[in-house]
């Protein structure tokens, strides 16, 4: 369960702090992927858990950290984007992955 709020808050939090320093949308977003994936691993190390991400054919991981990256870059181009906008971005990534452990949907895999 700490992996799912570590998967949202780190992913919003390197989002933003990327377009705060001046990077790209694109750039922005990678770096906020990154954040989340890492920030999720570490919960999880510190958990003694299996890492989710290491769990990817059952779980959906990527697609939540990207969806509260993407809805920080576009607050962030609206101007919008502040401590509230920024909480619901994380809740919006929260709120996705929990719907996909309840449901048990998966990423497509090879």
């Known amino acids: 369960m700490c992996d799912i ?3 949202a808050l780190f992913g919003v ?5 990327a377009l705060s320093h001046g990077f790209g ?6 770096l906020g992927l990154a ?3 890492g920030g999720g691993v570490l ?3 510190l958990a ?4 989710a991400l290491f769990r990817w054919i059952r779980d959906m991981y990527i697609l939540p950290a990207l969806t509260g990256a993407l809805a920080v870059t576009l607050l962030n181009l609206t101007g919008m984007l502040n401590a509230l906008t920024a909480m619901a971005a994380a809740v919006s990534a929260i709120g996705l992955r929990l719907i996909s452990v309840y449901f048990g949907w998966q990423t497509p895999g090879t």
């Open 43 to 45: 919960s999880s190390v």
């Open 35 to 37: 954040s989340a994936v």
């Open 13 to 17: 939090t390197g989002t933003s702090e």
């Open 48 to 51: 003694n858990d299996v890492q």
């Open 5 to 7: 709020a570590a998967l």
């Open 25 to 30: 949308t694109v750039p922005a977003i990678m």
